[in-house]
């Protein structure tokens, strides 16, 4: 059962009270000023010694009202939770008989009770604890969520590279590149449906492209594409010099001229990339 709060009541005769007119007051400063300046010149005592309250009226004036401390230190005990005058003496009893006179509390700074100190700080700590529980569950909430992007971005990579490599095989050194070779057999294929070649013509330059296909240095090829004058191929050579020499054997051969070879390093060996187009124009296989 919670204790009713008990009240030191000082009798108005011991208390000092002033009535300050609201356009006496500086309102912006009202929450920061001091009662006992504003007794300094109604009380006999230094305001340094008074221990005061102040209570604003529904008119807006402002009653202050101070006791001296060591009177305070006298009468009150440590079951008093606040403490105030008893009455409002008589020359203030017409301006404040609709003010509250329990809402002035001497009990504050250093004679705040102990007790109410404690619940303050109990409280705080409670709220400081509770801040810190739901920062913690944001915090862990937030981990998850970017733990979950990233394995469904992990994911996705994964799928797409599966299907990258179902698509063109296991060329190309990471997933921009085999991109940019998805890219490249995506657009072979569009020329190819869109320009029809001679197949005859086709055929023999085909034929031709094989019989000066270099036998040294060994090559592998990848893709070879195949038009009426021309063709382009793309091959896996195993080092830069084996690359050099395999496209110096084709500089030498009179019958076809490489265009824009280009040479590029692969994590199974080199990719060489060349444009093979007829130097005679002839159109045969021979």
Not at 67 to 84: F, K, P, S, Y
Not at 148 to 157: E, G, P, Q
Not at 240 to 246: G, I, K, L, P, V
Request: net charge neutral; proline share 4%; with cysteine.
């Amino acid at each position: 059962m919670t204790r009713k709060p008990k009240r030191l009541l000082v009798d108005a005769s011991d208390c000092y009270w002033r009535l300050v007119p609201a356009a006496d007051l500086d309102h912006r400063r009202m929450r920061q000023f001091d009662a006992a300046v504003l007794l300094e010149h109604v009380a006999p005592v230094p305001a340094e010694s008074l221990q005061c309250a102040w209570q604003r009226l529904p008119s807006g004036d402002v009653v202050t009202c101070g006791v001296e401390a060591d009177t305070l230190w006298q009468q009150m005990h440590a079951d008093h939770t606040t403490a105030g005058p008893s009455v409002w003496p008589a020359f203030l009893s017409s301006a404040c008989r609709d003010a509250d006179i329990e809402q002035l509390n001497f009990l504050n700074g250093h004679f705040e009770p102990s007790v109410i100190t404690r619940t303050r700080k109990t409280w705080h700590t409670g709220i400081a604890i509770m801040a810190c529980i739901i920062a913690l569950f944001v915090l862990i909430g937030i981990e998850w969520r970017i733990g979950a992007l990233r394995s469904h971005i992990a994911a996705t990579m994964t799928a797409t590279n599966d299907l990258v490599s179902k698509a063109i095989g296991d060329r190309g050194i990471g997933l921009a590149s085999r991109h940019h070779l998805l890219i490249a057999e995506r657009r072979s294929l569009e020329q190819t449906r869109r320009r029809p070649i001679d197949l005859q013509n086709a055929a023999h330059t085909l034929a031709s492209i094989f019989d000066a296909w270099p036998k040294e240095p060994r090559s592998r090829a990848q893709s070879i594409r195949v038009e009426s004058e021309s063709a382009s191929f793309t091959v896996l050579i195993d080092g830069q010099a084996e690359a050099s020499a395999f496209e110096a054997a084709w500089q030498a051969d009179a019958r076809w001229r490489l265009d824009q070879p280009r040479i590029t390093t692969q994590r199974d060996g080199v990719r060489f990339v060349a444009r093979a187009i007829r130097n005679d124009g002839s159109g045969d296989g021979s």
